[in-house]
């Protein structure tokens, strides 16, 4: 066997190990596992978290501010701080670059997206939003989340 087909070998072995382990290790977290904060001394409406805002944005996150003004912030809240009962803040650790990249944002505006971390329910597809505005909004968020330490 040729050095590249033991190394597909060992691959596949140790994706197999992986699977077995979690297979057999039923306390082993599977996924993600960041559970949303705890609501209940936040009144309907409010925001959920606490943005600080940079001195600066760059030109494309102040573009991305107005689209996501227009289009996000009814749900989401101003600068993506969420509302109890509405909608989860975008600038919290679950939205980090490493969990859900900027791809996971334009495919959740473009198609809307099944909840999965919050009690929000689903979140429907914006109509009309471009990839590129959606690019925008998120290089806004990105810029709110480094101010806020998520990386």
């Not at 993600?32 to 009144?43: G, V």
């Not at 600066?56 to 509302?83: L, M, P, W, Y």
């Amino acid at each position: 066997m040729s050095k590249a087909s033991w190394f597909v070998v060992a691959f596949f072995v140790g994706g197999l190990l992986l699977v077995g382990y979690q297979m057999l290790n039923p306390t082993a977290p599977i996924g993600h596992s960041m559970t949303p904060p705890d609501l209940s001394e936040i009144e309907d409406g409010a925001p959920i978290e606490q943005v600080a805002i940079p001195a600066n944005f760059s030109e494309n996150a102040q573009i991305g501010q107005r689209v996501f003004d227009t289009k996000c912030a009814a749900c989401h809240g101003a600068n993506a701080a969420g509302q109890k009962g509405v909608a989860p803040p975008l600038v919290h650790k679950i939205y980090e670059p490493s969990h859900h990249s900027d791809m996971a944002f334009i495919m959740a505006a473009k198609n809307g997206v099944r909840a999965h971390h919050w009690n929000f329910g689903n979140m429907p597809q914006i109509e009309g939003i471009t990839n590129g505005e959606v690019k925008l909004v998120t290089t806004y968020i990105r810029e709110l989340q480094l101010e806020n330490g998520i990386n």
